[in-house]
């Protein structure tokens, strides 16, 4: 039967059905196994959109990352961001290995000296959060997470550095909608 007669009949062509296939295999796979390699990301700490794991990426500045909360997040995630306690978060790489990080009230989020971005006294619904304090060199284990495309972006502004065995993988873009800006 010719495409044009299945789709005469009302049914799908071979590669829509395919596609189908693939896209229902992969959401079922990210059900199973622990690091899924596709991730819906609806925060806008990033565009949003579907994100899928990139195999062997490295971990490195500039990159965006997928990761649990770490212990420091935790009672805030408990209370606010329940969701984070079963999916990962996602987030850009702003500093990793020998890098100086610094959290402060007074002088905000920096990176090598390099302010990034303040700590805010609530999120975006009122709740009071409150802002890591403190400075560290990263070991080779250690990431900081930053995004500056909202004010409020719940990362190691709040939280400091992320731990290595945190981070389920690298991830890209697959398929983005609403607002595209980094």
């Not at 000296?113 to 009122?126: E, F, I, N, P, W």
């Not at 070991?139 to 900081?144: D, G, K, L, P, Q």
Request: charge should be positive; hydrophobic fraction near 35%.
């Amino acid at each position: 039967m010719t495409q044009a007669q299945e789709r005469n009949r009302g049914g799908l062509p071979k590669w829509a059905k395919l596609s189908a296939a693939g896209v229902a295999f992969l959401a079922a796979s990210s059900l199973v196994i622990t690091t899924k390699p596709i991730l819906i990301n609806d925060s806008p700490s990033l565009p949003e959109g579907l994100w899928y794991i990139v195999p062997g990426a490295t971990v490195a500045p500039g990159k965006v990352i997928a990761f649990s909360p770490p212990e420091t997040a935790l009672p805030y995630v408990r209370r606010h961001l329940k969701r984070y306690l079963t999916q990962p978060l996602l987030k850009p790489v702003a500093a990793g290995e020998g890098a100086r990080v610094c959290g402060s009230i007074e002088s905000g989020f920096s990176v090598n000296g390099k302010r990034l971005g303040v700590s805010q006294a609530h999120d975006s619904k009122g709740n009071a959060v409150t802002p890591w304090t403190g400075c560290q060199t990263l070991t080779a284990n250690e990431f900081a997470v930053f995004s500056g495309r909202i004010p409020n972006s719940y990362d190691s502004r709040y939280y400091g550095p992320i731990p290595r065995e945190n981070i389920s993988g690298v991830y890209r873009p697959l398929w983005l909608w609403g607002d595209k800006k980094p």
